[in-house]
Nanobody, 127 residues
Framework: QVQLVESGGGLVQAGGSLRLSCAASGRTFSYYAMGWFRQAPGKEREFVAGISWISGRTYYADSLQGRFTISRDNAKITAYLHMNNLKPEDTAVYYC????????????????????WGQGTQVTVSS
């Protein structure tokens, strides 16, 4: 089993920044990819960004690249989502997820391909 715990959410004004963290524990050797997804009220959970734990290769939703950056700290077994120039439409619950697939896989953006999920952290952007 893999446990994921997100933190760093909160209330921020439009144009501000936040950094979300996702700390992993458990059988961390058994997964190869981490992703961030978000879900706004009444909407489907959508892909935000993904990263290969081994190579560091990153993947982004087209609409968010440039404002959001995903990174990882192997020693801390923690993934981060750096969010800049936040907009009210970024308001959502943000989830991190871990999955067992390799670089260049199309699975990074597919929520059903991830086997482990955190509990989510709320991000609210005020106008």
């Amino acid at each position: 089993q893999v446990q994921l715990v997100e933190s760093g959410g909160g209330l921020v004004q439009a144009g501000g920044s936040l950094r979300l963290s996702c700390a992993a524990s458990g059988r961390t050797f058994s997964y190869y990819a981490m992703g961030w997804f978000r879900q706004a009220p009444g909407k489907e959970r959508e892909f935000v960004a993904g990263i290969s734990w081994i190579s560091g290769r990153t993947y982004y939703a087209d609409s968010l690249q440039g404002r959001f950056t995903i990174s990882r700290d192997n020693a801390k077994i923690t993934a981060y989502l750096h969010m800049n120039n936040l907009k009210p439409e970024d308001t959502a619950v943000y989830y991190c997820a871990a999955g067992e697939f390799l670089d260049y896989s199309s699975s990074y953006s597919l929520k059903n391909d991830y086997g482990y999920w955190g509990q989510g952290t709320q991000v609210t952007v005020s106008s």
